[in-house]
């Protein structure tokens, strides 16, 4: 546990201490004086209200349009299954500014509505709605239903023999052992949606704001680190509470159920009910998730002289937005994210080993604290990195490592959520045998361990990839204007008027949507059903 106690104390808890220190210290003394001034003005009031509103509408809605969806992936067997969970997954591990980018071309100036009805949402809510519910999606469907492909179908079956009709069996059978998943999903939606950044960026304009988009306003926009320090304390601790509340969900559903082989619980649909309700999830799954994917492609190809590879070609010339062209952002991305997946494995590695190995209250604060990152101001982590570390022995300002160290805070927590189940299903026997057989600890877990765990660790190391691709936040700050990453390259060019840069961003979102999907599909193919978080 000491290596990722120490990894988080130093590139989480120092960082954001720093910035925090920054914002409340004056004269060597604290300001504490500063907070109630800061929470009583009534601007921070609508942004803390909009940020709650809009995250609670945005779960609300996702689980409307998820929970069938994770139910026909739960229960039925059809055609092209894999494949589409593989791109249902796709959205989830897509960088906001590209999920955004997509909802700019279907929804806003000039968007396919725009263009067929003379609709627009960008500036609206309900742009930012859907974009979260796009985003979210697969975060219900793999929460609740890895665990409802894992319930055994007869508990159902029996309460029907027994006089219940088919609604009453589901609500008194099924809908209790679901409910500590719905409720995780749901609460990891709402962190999402309560910490969203670059969805607000793109699609809210100056007139939406939520707390993580409010603390980069004060802090790039308006120098106020004050301000901003009270929005990252009271952001963290909206966060820790989610949290908490997440770990106990967690908990209630690891203890309370038993469960079956999911190859022995999915059929293929019967009747027209049935038939119905694939068509429909597939139809929504077209409308909602792959149709804003298919017009950021179509954009992207989309010049003015008509359909061709001219802004694609545009990306290896330099017009003064970058140092660079901005297809160096393409192997950029590539070298941070695979640097970064090697830290998060190690680290998320090693702090699922400890936490499955050890109890008690301690362990299980540490295991709650390993998900911090997720929903902390990326924008607090990415500035406090430039304002912490900035002395030897950890002088990092200008070094490269600081990317991939942020986009690793991220990728920890998925690795971690992905190896604990398995790591808990390894059967202790199997290390004591070989203990009394002579083996060394280290030899043990070689043997023992790593090929028990190791489909684990490549899913694992296959999300903090897509993850680290993806990361904006924090990432945002601390690339050099000579080394910029996808999304930030992405943000840059959609922040220029002119239609050549707006092309530009169109066809860089589709090379990250590309490589992200090639990472969900590999990791599909390796990924064995179980009931996991994410």
């Known amino acids: ?42 601007d921070v009031l609508g942004v803390l209200w909009f940020t709650l509103w809009q995250a609670a509408a945005s779960t609300g809605l996702t689980l409307v349009l998820a929970l069938p969806a994770a139910y026909v992936f739960a229960r039925f ?4 299954k894999q494949l589409l969970r593989a791109l249902v997954t796709v959205p989830f591990v897509m960088p906001t500014v590209v999920v955004g980018s997509a909802f700019l071309a279907l929804t806003g100036r000039g968007g396919v509505l725009d263009g067929w009805w003379g609709i627009r949402l960008d500036t609206t809510v309900w742009a930012i709605l859907l974009a979260h519910v796009f985003f979210n999606f697969a975060v219900v469907v793999r929460t609740v ?21 088919r609604l009453a069996a589901w609500r008194h059978v099924t809908l209790p052992a679901l409910g500590p998943a719905v409720a995780a999903a749901a609460l990891m939606v709402f962190l999402f949606t309560f910490t969203s950044f670059g969805v607000i960026q793109i699609l ?54 038993r469960l079956v082989a999911p190859e022995t619980t999915a059929r293929r649909p019967r009747g027209a009910g049935e038939r119905a309700l694939l068509g429909g999830v597939v139809a929504v799954v077209a409308v909602l998730l792959l149709a804003p994917l298919a017009v950021l492609v179509e954009r992207s190809f989309a010049t003015p002289g008509g359909h061709g590879l001219g802004f694609y070609r545009a990306l290896q010339e330099s017009d003064g937005t970058f140092a660079v062209p901005p297809l160096e952002a393409v192997g950029n991305s590539l070298a941070y994210a695979a640097v970064a997946t090697v830290i ?26 390993l998900m911090l990152p997720l929903g902390t101001s990326a924008v607090t982590v990415g500035f406090g990195f430039l304002i912490a570390l900035d002395s030897p022995p950890l002088d990092l300002r200008s070094s490269w490592i600081l990317v991939p160290l942020a986009q690793a ?15 808990r299903a390894v059967d202790d026997r199997l290390r004591e045998a070989a203990a009394v057989l002579g083996a060394s600890p280290l030899r043990a877990w070689r043997e023992v361990d790593l090929p028990l765990v190791r489909r684990a660790v490549l899913v694992a190391a296959g999300f903090a990839f897509a993850v680290s691709l993806g990361e904006f936040g924090a990432t945002v700050f601390i690339a050099g204007p000579d080394r910029p990453t996808l999304p930030v390259a992405v943000a840059r060019l959609l922040g220029r008027a002119g239609e050549t840069n707006y092309g530009q961003a169109m066809a860089l979102s589709t090379i990250l949507m590309a490589v992200c999907a090639a990472s969900l599909l590999l990791l599909e193919r390796v990924r064995k059903n179980q009931a996991g978080e994410f």
């Open 409 to 423: 805070l991220v990728g920890v927590p998925f690795v971690v959520r992905t190896m604990l189940p398995v790591l």
């Open 145 to 165: 239903g890895g665990l409802w492909a894992q319930l055994d179908p007869r508990q159902e079956e029996a309460a029907r023999v027994l006089g219940a009709g």
């Open 344 to 369: 998060a494995v190690v680290v998320g590695g090693l702090a699922a080993a400890a936490v499955t190995r050890r109890a008690g209250p301690l362990v299980r604060g540490f295991d709650a604290l």
């Open 204 to 257: 809210g304009g100056p007139a939406y704001a939520t707390l993580e988009v409010e603390i980069y306003r004060q802090t790039a926009d308006f120098l106020d680190l004050p301000t901003a320090a009270v929005l990252s304390l009271l952001q963290l601790a909206a966060v820790a509470a989610v949290l908490a509340v997440h770990a106990w969900t967690v908990r209630r559903r690891e203890r309370a159920l």
């Open 77 to 80: 067997d059809f055609p092209g």
């Open 1 to 42: 546990m000491a290596v990722p106690a120490a990894f988080f104390a130093v590139f989480f808890a120092y960082p954001v201490g720093a910035i925090v220190a920054r914002g409340l210290r004056d004269g060597g003394r604290w300001q504490f004086g500063r907070i109630p001034g800061v929470l009583g003005d009534p």
